[in-house]
């Protein structure tokens, strides 16, 4: 069986088309969402895409997660639904509090727009389980509020608990505390990430193809699920 996944469709999306093609590339049934629409339309799991700017002007994600679409990802999320959150996506889960932390605007205060070497930390999670722990990939980064930050006891209990995903290597692009660039809920089905995956999935367009384990993950996680009767996690 086919899985669906489904990506979420902000005003302003300019990544959800990416996020798309890479999973249908992955080898999923693709639902277009829309943050207006609190149907999730049976879909297996959820990407929220990058590039939008609905609402940003006051916090970025800050009024996304208010959509009506996102008190159903919230709820499905709890339920144990896979949900990737990939730059703007990763602040909306953040700001939902299904994710800890928060994005900051960029330490140097500029854009950053380049390919980024990342090292996968943990393989525990619904969205890496097809890497291995130390690999390093390549895929692009490009943002203005990318710099991770929480207080020290999160940062440590995240360290602790093996959430922290990935990190930036060769170089932090935005200044994220311990070099964070991807985190994980304690169930290892929610990921956030600042970098863009689904940007690395074609060698006509990708500086690799790297990013397409984000994607072939979660349908082998999704696929075990369906055989044990339950959701993908991480555990």
Request: net charge negative; glycine share 14%; hydrophobic share 40%.
């Amino acid at each position: 069986m086919t899985m669906r996944i489904g990506v979420v469709t902000f005003p302003g999306s300019l990544d959800d088309g990416d996020a798309a093609r890479a999973a249908r590339i992955a080898g999923a049934d693709i639902v277009r969402l829309w943050h207006g629409d609190a149907d999730l339309h049976r879909v297996d799991a959820v990407v929220l895409p990058g590039g939008f700017s609905y609402g940003d002007a006051l916090r970025c994600g800050a009024i996304a997660r208010f959509a009506p679409a996102m008190d159903s990802i919230v709820d499905a999320a709890r339920g144990g639904m896979p949900v990737l959150g990939i730059c703007n996506g990763f602040q909306i889960l953040c700001e939902a509090h299904l994710l800890p932390g928060a994005l900051t605007r960029n330490q140097h205060l500029h854009f950053r727009n380049r390919d980024q070497w990342l090292r996968i930390e943990s393989t525990d999670t619904a969205w890496t389980n097809g890497y291995q722990a130390g690999q390093e990939i390549l895929i692009p980064v490009k943002n203005g509020e990318g710099c991770f930050v929480a207080d020290e006891q999160t940062l440590d209990a995240l360290e602790a608990e093996g959430r922290v995903v990935a990190r930036y290597i060769n170089g932090n692009p935005n200044g994220s505390q311990r070099d964070i660039a991807a985190i994980t809920n304690e169930a290892g089905n929610v990921v956030g990430i600042m970098p863009h995956p689904e940007h690395a999935v074609e060698a006509l367009t990708g500086p690799s193809l790297d990013g397409l384990g984000f994607f072939t993950s979660v349908l082998r996680a999704l696929a075990g699920a369906s055989a044990g009767g339950q959701h993908a996690g991480g555990q």
